[in-house]
């Protein structure tokens, strides 16, 4: 089983759309995939913590608190980059506005894996 993360902006499920960049998502949907079938054997909607309240290694360590394998993100800023490999989460690359969780978990093989900060703020 592999649990993957993707910020997104509603509490819609697998039809929630994704944020474009996961420091500014509302919410986490955690989606448990299993490797050998890739079939989604379960999904949640968590909220995210703001970045006042701890910076932004808060998601980061939340994310990893939850069993979270790999995270799905447009941009992403250098420290919780380097967050995500240092707790051993893969950070994958998608450049899709306005896509669900469903869209991008349907390619996501065809993501890059994200070695380098995404971030334009």
């Known amino acids: 089983m592999k649990r993957i993360a993707f910020p997104v902006e509603n509490k819609a499920g697998m039809d929630s759309e994704v944020s474009m960049h996961f420091g500014?998502?509302?919410y986490?949907?955690?989606?448990?995939v299993d490797e050998s079938s890739n079939q989604v054997m379960k999904h949640e909607i968590i909220d995210n913590i703001?970045?006042?309240e701890g910076g932004c290694m808060m998601p980061v360590n939340?994310?990893?608190e939850k069993g979270t394998d790999a995270i799905v993100?447009?941009?992403?800023?250098g420290r919780p980059l380097m967050g995500f490999q240092q707790v051993g989460i893969t950070v994958v690359h998608h450049d899709?506005?306005?896509a669900s969780v469903k869209d991008l978990l349907a390619g996501l093989s065809r993501l890059p894996v994200l070695t380098e900060s995404s971030c334009n703020h």
């Open 24 to 26: 500014h998502a509302q």
């Open 28 to 32: 986490f949907c955690l989606v448990d």
């Open 50 to 52: 703001p970045h006042s």
């Open 62 to 64: 939340l994310l990893k």
């Open 73 to 77: 993100v447009g941009g992403i800023g």
């Open 96 to 98: 899709a506005p306005q």
